[in-house]
Each structure stands twice: as structure tokens, then as C-alpha cells.
């Protein structure tokens, strides 16, 4: 009885600090090499509301097809949102290419 009781109180114990860790929220915004600035505006207004909120922010640019070579204009639209997000967040991971896809993370900041 006295076993019982003691795997009871464990699994209690664990199941108090699993309600209490934290559980980290990853948002994602994706945008297209050729973005226009009215769409720019309108996902960057989204990334400041997910960072206020206490999100991660997974943005990334989607190459499809031969748009690829304009690697360059994914990147400085990138770099352009982490500038612009500066106040919300902070950058944990700088434009990175993975296959079609180039990704950078953003933490928010603590308050």
C-alpha cells in the first residue's frame, strides 16, 4: 500500500511541473522573393502582434521554380522585417537557405 501511494504522489508531482512548464508557440509568416510593400506591411503588422503575444516568429521566403536567383532580394527582405521588428523581438537566427526556403527566427523580447 505504502508503494502505491508513493507512485501516486509522483505522478502527481510530475504532472504539477508539466502543468507549469511553459510551452513555446512558433508563428510563421511566409513571404515570396517579389513581395510587394501593401503585403509587407500587412505580414510584418501580423509578426508584431505574434511577438507581443509571447510567440516565436518563423518567417521565411519561398522560392518556387526559377525565382531562386533572386536569392539576394529574400535575404534583404528578411534582414529589412529583423530591422523593423527590433523593438518586439530580437533576431536568435540569422536568414539561413535550406532547400527552396530561407528561414530566420525571431525571439521576443522579455518585458
Same mark, same amino acid.
Given at each position: ?15 504539477? !511541473? %508539466? ?9 510563421? #509568416?511566409? *513571404? =515570396? +522573393? ?7 506591411? *500587412? @505580414? %510584418? %503588422?501580423?509578426?508584431? @502582434?505574434? &511577438?507581443?503575444? =509571447?510567440?516565436? !516568429?518563423?518567417?521565411?521566403?519561398? *522560392?518556387?521554380?526559377?525565382? #531562386?536567383? *533572386? @536569392?539576394?532580394? =529574400?535575404? #534583404? &527582405?528578411? !534582414?529589412? !522585417?529583423?530591422?523593423? &521588428? ?8 540569422? +536568414?539561413? &537557405?535550406? =532547400? %527552396? ?6 525571439? +521576443?523580447?522579455?518585458?
Amino acid at each position: 500500500m505504502d508503494y502505491k501511494k508513493f507512485l501516486y504522489e509522483q505522478k502527481k508531482r510530475e504532472k504539477a !511541473l %508539466k502543468s507549469k512548464a511553459t510551452k513555446v508557440v512558433i508563428k510563421e #509568416i511566409r *513571404f =515570396g +522573393p517579389q513581395t510587394d510593400e501593401h503585403d509587407y506591411e *500587412f @505580414k %510584418k %503588422k501580423h509578426a508584431e @502582434k505574434f &511577438l507581443n503575444d =509571447g510567440a516565436k !516568429l518563423k518567417a521565411f521566403v519561398f *522560392f518556387k521554380g526559377r525565382s #531562386i536567383v *533572386f @536569392k539576394e532580394q =529574400g535575404q #534583404i &527582405l528578411l !534582414l529589412r !522585417l529583423a530591422q523593423d &521588428l527590433e523593438d518586439y523581438g530580437k533576431v536568435e537566427q540569422m +536568414p539561413q &537557405l535550406e =532547400g %527552396k526556403r530561407m528561414t530566420m527566427f525571431i525571439t +521576443p523580447k522579455k518585458k
